[in-house]
T-cell receptor, first 115, second 113 residues
Framework: AAGVIQSPRHLIKEKRETATLKCYPIPRHDTVYWYQQGPGQDPQFLISFYEKMQSDKGSIPDRFSAQQFSDYHSELNMSSLELGDSALYFC??????????????FGEGSRLTVL | AQSVTQPDIHITVSEGASLELRCNYSYGATPYLFWYVQSPGQGLQLLLKYFSGDTLVQGIKGFEAEFKRSQSSFNLRKPSVHWSDAAEYFCAVGSGGYQKVTFGTGTKLQVIP
């Protein structure tokens, strides 16, 4: 069965550069969630989208922005990168919210390293 | 606001021994509760969930969890641990709708021979 696809899997950037992470949800899933997991930390919720509209917002820095496109894929844009942005970024998807699908389906994550 | 507390950061058990990982949640209404497992550098895999109904839920890999509303707890158990169970375990709570799921700080499980 198709899973959540995240790209790139690994990304190395310098401080003050920009980075874009992409998330392709499971086919027909219309809700996308972004999480950030720092080293040894729990996943922290950043933002979510349902039907291309922001549905919830967490501790996402102002330097970050995200959107969901008409094909339901989502992109997380990060600018003015800082060392502290180094983390594993997870995308998850569901159909109509996690309560409808029974869970969040997670991708394998994109590991961002900022030097 | 919803929150999750996992009081044990690290737990070490012998292979074949029983396991219980603690989870306490804070949420005003009936929560949606999850246990996820994560191996190093990997994604999050759902072990089990509680939405409603029977308070004892069975999951994959022989895990089970019990929802106790009076104690605001959702502890994860396994009667006999295998070396392959070594990983980090996250309890999580959600309020439903299109809103977020909040994770606890995780419990790292070490299994010794």
């Amino acid at each position: 069965a198709a899973g959540v696809i995240q790209s790139p899997r690994h990304l190395i950037k310098e401080k003050r550069e920009t980075a874009t992470l992409k998330c392709y949800p499971i086919p027909r899933h219309d809700t996308v969630y972004w999480y950030q997991q720092g080293p040894g930390q729990d996943p922290q919720f950043l933002i979510s989208f349902y039907e291309k509209m922001q549905s919830d917002k967490g501790s996402i820095p102002d330097r970050f922005s995200a959107q969901q496109f008409s094909d339901y894929h989502s992109e997380l844009n990060m600018s003015s990168l800082e060392l502290g942005d180094s983390a594993l970024y997870f995308c998850a998807s569901s159909l109509g919210g996690f309560a409808n699908t029974g869970e969040l389906f997670f991708g394998e994550g994109s590991r961002l390293t900022v030097l | 606001a919803q929150s999750v507390t996992q009081p044990d950061i690290h737990i070490t058990v012998s292979e074949g021994a029983s396991l219980e990982l603690r989870c306490n949640y804070s949420y005003g209404a009936t929560p949606y509760l999850f246990w996820y497992v994560q191996s190093p550098g990997q994604g999050l895999q759902l072990l089990l969930k509680y939405f409603s109904g029977d308070t004892l839920v069975q999951g994959i890999k022989g895990f089970e969890a019990e929802f106790k509303r009076s104690q605001s707890s959702f502890n994860l158990r396994k009667p006999s641990v295998h070396w392959s169970d070594a990983a980090e375990y996250f309890c999580a709570v959600g309020s439903g709708g299109y809103q977020k799921v909040t994770f606890g700080t995780g419990t790292k499980l070490q299994v010794i021979p």
